[in-house]
């Protein structure tokens, strides 16, 4: 993809503008100048992952941060009908996955991002939420009975209480496959520590990952 829309958007988003910036990328939607992976990949992920604020004022740049991240989450909520729309057109996995990010982590826009991915690559994807207490997690696959979970982790600091998580996934569903995602695992330790079946990146590797799989 061009990157003269992911350079206009960011000139929108930094003004801030709501209402422009979703009208933005749904219209490059509508006239089909690029995919949903295309926008999740190279517009909204980079607009939050390269957020940076030069202002002296830290109090400033958190509320701009907590701005920009509430716009990219309304856009990513409407992009579901075109995700529906696709899905018509999309051979299924017949897999299940379920995700959510760990109890502690906050950062969920990856997360949310990545079922999308799976939905598009012809999985049943649910999102379970962020912060999830590792009860409720063990409570959730025991009713859902998926295929595998993606557990998606941001700060380092989380990964004591996602081993944890794991160990237990591991020792109750034997079954069911782990997969790992998110930015803390851009560190081969940190993937080392923890128990896992799989790590995905992407959008392609969700894909390819889904033709892999399939019943
Ligand atoms: C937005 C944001 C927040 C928001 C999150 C809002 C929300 N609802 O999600 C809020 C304001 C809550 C927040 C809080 C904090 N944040 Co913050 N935040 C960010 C920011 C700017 C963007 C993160 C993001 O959404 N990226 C976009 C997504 C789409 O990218 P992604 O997560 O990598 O996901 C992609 C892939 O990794 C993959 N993927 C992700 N998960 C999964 C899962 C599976 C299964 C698969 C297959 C794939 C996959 O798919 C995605 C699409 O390609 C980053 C900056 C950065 N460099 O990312 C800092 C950043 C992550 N935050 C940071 C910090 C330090 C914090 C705070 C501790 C700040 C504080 N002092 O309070 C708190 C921690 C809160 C907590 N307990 O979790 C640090 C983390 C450093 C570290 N230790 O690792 C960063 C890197 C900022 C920095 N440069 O210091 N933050």
Request: charged content about 25%; glycine content about 4%.
């Amino acid at each position: 993809m061009n990157t003269k829309y992911y350079d206009v958007f960011i000139e929108i988003l930094e003004s801030e503008n709501k209402d422009q910036s979703l009208n933005y990328v749904l219209n490059l939607l509508d006239e089909k100048k690029i995919t949903l992976e295309e926008l999740y990949d190279e517009i909204l992920a980079p607009s939050l992952t390269n957020f940076g604020c030069n202002l002296k004022d830290k109090e400033i740049c958190i509320w701009k941060e907590h701005t920009r991240t509430s716009i990219i989450r309304t856009i990513l909520e409407c992009t579901y009908p075109y995700i529906i729309q696709r899905r018509k057109t999309i051979s299924p996995v017949n897999k299940k996955v379920l995700l959510f990010t760990p109890t502690d982590e906050y950062h969920e826009i990856g997360a949310i991002i990545s079922t999308n991915y799976f939905l598009l690559a012809g999985f049943e994807a649910q999102y379970i939420g962020a912060n999830t207490p590792k009860d409720d997690i063990i409570s959730a696959v025991r009713s859902l009975n998926p295929d595998f979970v993606g557990i998606s982790v941001t700060n380092h600091y989380n990964l004591v209480i996602t081993k944890k998580i794991t160990d237990e996934l591991k020792e109750t569903f034997p079954k069911v496959s782990i997969i790992l995602g998110g930015q803390a695992f851009h560190n081969q330790n940190a993937l080392d520590s923890i128990k896992h079946d799989y790590i995905l990146y992407n959008a392609n590797e969700i894909i390819d990952f889904g033709k892999k799989v399939a019943k």
